[in-house]
């Protein structure tokens, strides 16, 4: 590549740009700058040339042209050994560029305010910032490129380790960086445009992903699946794509899938509650005062199940509840939860069979508020998008359709019950009693069969119990084999032509049936 020996500079993150330029200057780079970026160097002691002494034309219009000029862009793009390029720059008076360093105007900060208009947006289009860019990155095996303070050290350090000179896995590495980085850019301010075009519509003609790797994992659902951990990192809400993982082993494909289900459900809760996760579905989950208690409450739903189980936690994981959970005959994968006291880290460290195996991971303290992301469910060739199943108040508009009104413990399960359910995968039937779940019946063809599981792994337990449905019941059937069970109150959308029928029925057995007017299906 050869010596660096010109840079130029102009940036909106001004952070380090000082202290960069003068590294630069002390190892006799000659720096070139604009505006804002030139006065921030000059105050630092540091000569700086304006953009405007190199190409013989004065910033104008505002700032929106300064930097579109063949002395810029041939001093960056020209193939140093190449002859014809060299006769170029000589008969044109170009001078080699051999550093930039940009970043782009704030546009997605810009357009995040409430009170933006169209006309501040445009403003904060970068045009030159961009194409410097490019033009350096595509040149990248003789110019350095750097968009990121934190890159400034790394090209110091080896400038100054080899007299002037970046590598070649560096410059690289920094151009593909560019590229990124511009291509993150152009999307964001093509949503902005398109959103402004379909104002009032809310899915834009095109849909732009953009996920950074985070783990390559071991393999997939199966061991002859490749498989990696990608996450938006723009999402900051309590989640496993932004926990931080205290110990244990590394997660796999389904750990990850099943994290995410045991935090979404206790999610739901404002009081303690703890989810016990097999395959996406909840084995077991409850809610109460104590942890300890609510965990003890959460196994029992169904035991044989648990083990082997992710946790999940809405408060912070004490050691009494984790010296619980690391009882002897019993083991889980993973636990997810706010935080974990010291002292529960160390038990769950120390205990046999668990402190090299068991995952601990946490979110920081979970509130109410969530993301405004959809939900996506890709099928081959494309992708099906939708709102989160998220409802602010989830028993609003709750009605009584039978003779009997619910008692108060009744109605307190049901809504337990209601909230469980829309986790399970449908066709879902759950019992629950004394703020827990006592038995899933899950992604069953017919209503009847999942009603029928629930049954037997509730066993004697369903007696004085409530049935939770995530969509109506079409017949009386499923409804009662739960009250043969010995259910008492049931909650459903309802909206079935038969709804007359099944309260009918409800009726006869003195059952309490209270209506949501939604449903909760989870294929």
């Known amino acids: 590549m050869g010596k660096i020996k010109r840079a130029l500079i102009s940036v909106t993150d001004k952070s380090g740009v000082a202290e960069f330029a003068s590294e630069l200057a002390k190892m006799g780079v000659d720096i070139v700058s604009t505006g804002g970026t030139a006065r921030v160097i000059r105050e630092a002691g540091v000569e700086v040339k304006d953009i405007s002494e190199i190409t013989g034309f004065p910033e104008m219009m505002d700032g929106r042209v300064k930097t579109l000029h063949p002395l810029v862009h041939g001093g960056l793009l020209n193939v140093r050994d190449n002859a014809d390029h060299r006769k170029a720059m000589e008969e044109n008076n170009i001078e080699d560029i051999d ?42 095996k003789y110019v350095t490129v750097v968009t990121d303070p934190a890159d400034y050290e790394v090209v110091l350090a080896e400038m100054k380790a080899s007299g002037g000179e970046t590598t070649t896995e560096t410059r690289k590495r920094l151009a593909a960086r560019v590229f990124a980085v511009t291509a993150h850019y152009d999307s964001a301010i093509a949503d902005y445009l398109e959103g402004e075009l379909a104002a009032g519509e809310e899915f834009a003609p095109t849909l732009r992903l953009e996920l950074d790797c985070r783990q390559v994992l071991r393999y997939g659902e199966n061991p002859h699946q490749t498989a990696a951990f990608y996450v938006d990192a723009t999402v900051a809400e309590p989640s496993v794509s932004t926990a931080r993982q205290l110990s244990g082993k590394d997660l796999s494909f389904n750990n990850i899938i099943d994290i995410n289900a045991a935090l979404e459900i206790v999610k739901d809760f404002a009081d303690p509650a703890i989810s016990v996760i097999k395959h996406t579905n ?63 880290v160390k038990v769950l460290q120390t205990k046999p069979k668990w402190g090299k195996n068991v995952r601990l991971l946490e979110v920081g303290e979970m509130g109410s508020a969530r993301d405004a992301e959809y939900d996506m469910k890709r099928v081959v060739g494309g992708l099906v998008l939708q709102g989160r199943d998220t409802v602010a108040d989830e028993f609003a ?55 029928m599981i629930a049954v037997r792994k ?21 409804l009662m084999v739960c009250a043969d069970a010995g259910a008492t109150a049931a909650i459903q959308p309802g909206g079935a ?27």
């Open 397 to 451: 508009d709750l009605k009584t359709a039978t003779k009997r009104e619910p008692s108060a413990q009744e109605l307190a399960d049901l809504k337990f019950g209601w909230i469980i359910c829309k986790h399970v995968k449908s066709n879902a039937v759950v019992l629950a009693k004394d703020g827990a779940l006592l038995g899933a019946g899950a992604g069953q063809m017919s209503r009847v069969d999942s009603a």
């Open 458 to 478: 509730a066993g004697e337990r369903a007696k004085g119990s409530v049935v939770a449905s995530d969509a109506f019941f079409p017949f009386p059937d499923a």
């Open 497 to 523: 032509k038969n709804d007359p029928v099944v309260i009918e029925a409800a009726d006869d057995r003195d059952l309490a049936m209270v209506l949501t007017g939604m449903r909760h299906f989870k294929h």
């Open 282 to 344: 909840p084995c077991g989950a409850a809610t109460g005062s104590d942890l300890v208690e609510v965990y003890k409450a959460a196994y029992a739903g169904d035991p044989v199940s648990a083990f082997g189980s992710i946790v999940g936690v809405n408060r912070p994981v004490t050691p009494e509840l984790a010296d619980e959970i690391a009882s002897p005959d019993r083991f889980v994968e993973a636990i997810i939860a706010p935080s974990f006291d010291k002292e529960a």
């Open 99 to 140: 550093l930039v360093c940009v970043n782009l105007y704030r546009f997605e900060q810009t357009v995040a305010k409430p009170d933006v208009d169209i006309d501040e947006a445009i403003e904060n289009i970068d045009i030159g910032g961009p194409s410097m860019l490019r033009s350096a990155a595509k040149n990248w």
